[in-house]
């Protein structure tokens, strides 16, 4: 049942990042960026979507009961550390420390208008509410892999 669980949450989270790349929904994820070529957004929207993807083939192709191949748990290790890394990065180092005025301007020009569910915190960017979201995701499917991982069901 873990295995299912954890399927179903990697296939969701797939799905929403290409959803959030390609579907532009006014104040949640609309992007103030000018418009990016098509080009452009398909390279962003690969790099975003590979990687998991390919975590969700790994796990939907290991065995449902006893420990997971060692380069499924490898794999996602990788994913959902370097995933972790990037988020704490891009969106809350500068939301709890702050960041360059240059910085805060770009996060200004390009997230203006979307939905903000984090308290402000001073002059300090905060994530919007897809990128919540999506981080929330994310830690779900982290929890269900580190669960899979150690229950070895």
């Known amino acids: 049942m873990l295995s299912l669980t954890l399927i179903v949450s990697l296939a969701v989270f797939v799905l929403y990042l290409i959803f959030q790349d390609w579907v532009t929904v006014p104040r949640f994820n609309e992007p103030h960026s000018g418009?990016?070529?098509?080009?452009?957004?398909?390279?962003i929207s690969v790099g975003n979507v590979v990687p998991p993807l390919l975590l969700l083939i790994l796990v939907a192709m290991s065995p449902t009961t006893?420990?997971?191949?060692?380069?499924?748990?490898?794999?996602?290790?990788?994913?959902?550390?370097?995933?972790?890394?990037?988020?704490?990065?891009?969106?809350?180092?500068?939301?709890?420390?702050g960041t360059t005025p240059e910085r805060a301007a770009t996060?200004?020009?390009?997230f203006a208008g979307t939905i903000q569910v984090l308290p402000p915190r001073?002059?300090?960017?905060?994530?919007?509410?897809?990128?919540?979201?999506?981080?929330?995701?994310m830690l779900l499917c982290l929890v269900l892999f580190i669960s899979r991982v150690t229950s070895g069901q």
């Open 122 to 137: 001073g002059d300090h960017p905060r994530p919007n509410l897809a990128h919540v979201v999506l981080h929330l995701l």
């Open 66 to 97: 006893g420990p997971l191949p060692w380069l499924t748990v490898a794999w996602g290790t990788i994913y959902f550390v370097a995933f972790l890394v990037l988020a704490w990065l891009s969106w809350y180092q500068p939301y709890v420390s």
């Open 35 to 43: 418009g990016i070529s098509l080009a452009k957004r398909t390279a």
């Open 107 to 110: 996060y200004e020009e390009e």
